[in-house]
């Protein structure tokens, strides 16, 4: 089992910037899928974005254009690159990794148990 840990959230206006980190305790290399999901209040976990083996990188819809999803595998860590935040961004982010190998779909963790998961990062975008 893997240990994440994200880091780089906070407090920001609207249009502002932050980049989210998620260092992974062993070498992830390989796993179908790293990414990372949000969960607003009073609403359901979200993927927001997903890197995955032998398919293109995955965006949500309201994201595409201003996030950018990354990893650096010597340092075993993703990262989330967040530009032009708007409120709704509002939200605490999680990265999850897969525990298999191989293809996943990109919903894949949408099943917390076929994955790892971060403890959360809390991400406040004011107006």
């Known amino acids: 089992q893997v240990q994440l840990v994200e880091s780089g959230g906070g407090s920001v206006q609207a249009e502002g910037s932050l980049k989210l980190s998620c260092a992974a305790s062993?070498?992830?290399?390989?796993?179908?899928?790293m990414g990372w999901y949000r969960q607003a209040p009073g609403k359901e976990r979200e993927l927001v974005s997903a890197?995955?083996?032998?398919?293109?990188?995955f965006y949500t819809n309201s994201v595409k254009g201003r996030f950018t999803i990354s990893q650096y595998n010597t340092t075993n860590t993703l990262f989330l690159q967040m530009n032009n935040l708007k409120t709704e961004d509002t939200a605490v982010y999680y990265c999850?990794?897969?525990?298999?190998?191989?293809?996943?779909?990109?919903?894949?963790?949408?099943?917390?148990?076929?994955?790892?998961w971060g403890q959360g990062t809390q991400v406040t975008v004011s107006s």
């Open positions: 999850a990794v897969a525990r298999a190998p191989g293809f996943c779909i990109p919903t894949y963790c949408d099943r917390p148990p076929l994955c790892d």
């Open positions: 890197i995955r083996q032998f398919a293109p990188i």
């Open positions: 062993i070498n992830i290399g390989g796993r179908c899928l």
